[in-house]
């Protein structure tokens, strides 16, 4: 049985990485995590043997939350509506959350193989949404998964270095407009793109 201050410290530790993740993206080191959290570079070890597996520790909540949003859309909203608005949801978790937005655009942690390892397939649901917008003639067909997560990648990028806090919406709204088929409007939902996430 694990002792109550041994899981006392795994809790700061995984508390401070969360923190340290969110508002300094996942170049923060482990020494430092440690540092802030009041304990050893041992004591963190111990509990989470890479920086892989303590990041693991903090995605996997948040894959399974994004998948249950994926979920949600594809059944309340019309195939191009449930697209963008969770391609929005995508950009603001990301800009929420410099950590995870890392993990988004492969920069230091592969995410596709920590979602792959909660049960939760996060872009195979993204993927799924994309595929259904495009049977529905809403985004071009000429458009594949890895486009559109470029495109986030980009939307992420101008949010980190952007002072205006419109930038990100303004970015959503330009990625809509560009991704409809030439020659159509391609709506099939409404154009808001404001999301829960950016009211977490």
Request: proline fraction near 4%.
């Amino acid at each position: 049985m694990v002792r109550a201050d041994a899981q006392r410290n795994r809790a700061k530790v995984l508390e401070t990485a969360i923190e340290a993740f969110a508002a300094e993206g996942l170049a923060v080191p482990v020494h430092e995590i440690a540092r802030r959290a009041g304990v050893g570079t041992g004591t963190v070890s111990r509990h989470f043997p890479t920086k892989e597996s303590l990041f693991q520790a903090i995605v996997s909540a948040r894959v399974e939350r994004l998948v249950s949003e994926a979920r949600a859309l594809a059944t309340d909203r019309a195939p191009a509506d449930a697209f963008f608005a969770f391609f929005a949801v995508m950009a603001a978790e990301g800009a929420l959350d410099r950590g995870l937005a890392d993990a988004l655009v492969g920069a230091g942690f592969d995410i596709d193989a920590a979602a792959d390892a909660t049960g939760y397939d996060l872009n195979g649901h993204f993927d799924r949404l994309l595929r259904a917008a495009q049977e529905a003639g809403a985004v071009r067909p000429d458009v594949d998964f890895a486009d559109v997560k470029a495109l986030l990648a980009g939307c992420l990028a101008r949010e980190r270095d952007a002072a205006d806090p419109a930038a990100r919406e303004r970015l959503v709204a330009v990625v809509r407009a560009g991704l409809h088929p030439p020659g159509g409007p391609g709506e099939g939902g409404s154009a808001t793109t404001t999301t829960g996430a950016e009211n977490r």
